[in-house]
């Protein structure tokens, strides 16, 4: 979608006597100010599953302050990451666009990475500091280690955390463990002896490596210090955490030996420190004017077993277009202002955030930026939304299918010669699925409805062929540099 060009419209005389008159007589009509203006944080958590959280439905996880979030504001049941893995679904998040659009389609970076999100591109930071907000990113940025590419450079005012995903090494991201493992979790020092994992201030290196234990608590606690600092100005925090992604560490007092828990630690510590970010908004008189979004980048790592999530009654997790990979937990809260303790199946997803944000704090997209994203401000009322479809790329940036209403369509190419008898010609499957009726897509209805599929097929194209056509080229390291 392209944002709208602003019209004029003419006032007939009546109409603007008795606006004059209001005036007059000292009749303001509402019109949003620094005092009003409204806060926003999106804490967005890292590979967590479907099922992972109390109020989405999680046997054995205990979610006690995210559950509160969602009891006193509104679940999102439909709502889905631009992409199953890192990366493409942060840059969609904070540009309001397809990964593709913005050049950051193609799997995730790596500390030998020599690119990132363009500068040039408009984030939700963007918008909100050039009204003034305060704006902090505290957590996993992932998308370009490099000074050109960094939060500072992408419309945040200050920076903490780490660059990429904590499985990673600095500086070519050699020498590495086992991604994710029992003895890892049985020796919670490894942190520290096994990896090499930086943690930034702005644009400074200030622990190498860092100590994955506490890092949850210190981003609550920077967050806690951020919000607390700017009480008296509409402010603009961004916490996507670096858990649940393996390896997996927490503290000494959130711990348990026993390794089949290991991830519900992790998500059970996440919790209690949501709760303490959620309880200082309170304590400091903000609820009524900030708004809380709690989601995740993609789906669980289901080949790490008791180091990943669930995504039940989905199909299968991280790195595939399959419900279980895309659809993701999301609680939306904002006393007075999104109904409490209800839930809703509005077709949403992260690339919607930028413009509803946009939308809430009363000031207008600018003109002549592409994007793919809707205010679904709307849906905190009705379960109608502005989007009734949404195309799928591959882990790799290959498009891969579309949903339009509840009919879901999938096509993936098989890879390499994997399975494949020799001199045999690849197979491409096809999928067709009725969310409404098959949420765990288990009936592939392809061949009941060839015209549904030819139909989506030539959509999916359509719509790709469009953004292959307007992408903005990611920010490259000169040669030689």
């Not at 603007?16 to 009003?36: E, K, N």
């Not at 990964?99 to 591109?121: C, I, T, W």
């Not at 009936?443 to 989506?456: D, F, G, K, S």
Request: glycine share 8%; hydrophobic share 35%; proline share 7%.
């Amino acid at each position: 979608m392209r944002f709208p060009h602003s019209r004029r419209s003419g006032f007939h005389h009546t109409a603007f006597y008795c606006l004059l008159s209001l005036v007059l007589a000292g009749v303001w009509l509402p019109r949003v100010t620094a005092a009003t203006q409204p806060n926003f944080i999106i804490i967005f958590t890292d590979d967590q599953g479907y099922n992972d959280l109390g109020c989405f439905g999680s046997p054995r996880i205990r979610t006690p302050n995210i559950d509160r979030l969602a009891a006193e504001g509104r679940r999102y049941t439909s709502f889905y990451s631009a992409c199953s893995v890192c990366s493409p679904s942060r840059a969609a998040l904070l540009t309001g666009s397809y990964p593709k659009r913005v050049g950051m389609h193609r799997h995730v970076l790596f500390p030998q990475s020599n690119y990132g999100l363009h500068a040039d591109e408009y984030t939700i930071a963007d918008h909100l500091k050039s009204q003034g907000y305060a704006t902090a990113c505290i957590g996993k940025w992932h998308l370009g280690h490099h000074r050109e590419t960094l939060p500072r450079a992408n419309g945040f005012d200050s920076y903490f955390g780490i660059p990429y995903s904590n499985d990673m090494n600095h500086p070519d991201n050699k020498g590495k463990p086992r991604m994710a493992s029992d003895a890892l979790w049985a020796d919670q020092e490894t942190c520290l002896t096994k990896w090499k994992t930086p943690l930034f201030q702005n644009e400074e290196i200030v622990e190498l490596p860092v100590d994955q234990r506490t890092i949850t608590r210190r981003y609550t606690d920077r967050a806690v210090d951020f919000i607390t600092a700017n009480k008296e100005q509409p402010f603009f925090l961004y916490l996507p955490h670096s858990m649940p992604h393996i390896p997996l560490y927490v503290p000494e007092d959130a711990y348990d030996a026993d390794a089949k828990n290991a991830y519900k630690c992790v998500i059970e510590h996440i919790d209690a420190e949501v709760g303490r970010l959620a309880d200082t908004v309170r304590e400091l008189g903000l609820a009524d004017h900030t708004y809380i979004i709690y989601t995740s980048d993609n789906g669980p790592w289901l080949q790490f077993k008791n180091h990943g999530g669930s995504a039940d009654p989905l199909r299968a997790g991280k790195g595939t277009t399959f419900e279980g990979g895309q659809r993701v937990p999301c609680v939306m809260w904002g006393p007075g202002r999104i109904p409490a303790g209800t839930s809703t199946n509005a077709f949403t997803s992260t690339i919607d955030l930028l413009p509803t944000i946009a939308a809430l704090s009363g000031k207008p997209l600018p003109e002549g930026n592409t994007i793919d994203g809707f205010d679904i401000s709307p849906t905190f009322h009705e379960d109608r939304s502005p989007r009734n479809e949404f195309v799928f790329y591959s882990a790799n940036g290959v498009l891969e299918g579309i949903r339009s209403g509840d009919w879901k369509y999938l096509e993936k190419r098989p890879r390499g010669n994997r399975n494949r008898a020799k001199g045999a010609k690849p197979v491409t499957q096809t999928f067709l699925f009725h969310l409404g009726e098959d949420l765990a897509e288990q009936q592939n209805r392809c061949e009941e409805h060839p015209q549904i599929v030819a139909r989506l097929k030539a959509r999916m194209q359509e719509i790709d062929d469009e953004i292959t056509a307007n992408a903005r080229p990611v920010w490259r390291k000169p040669a030689g540099s």
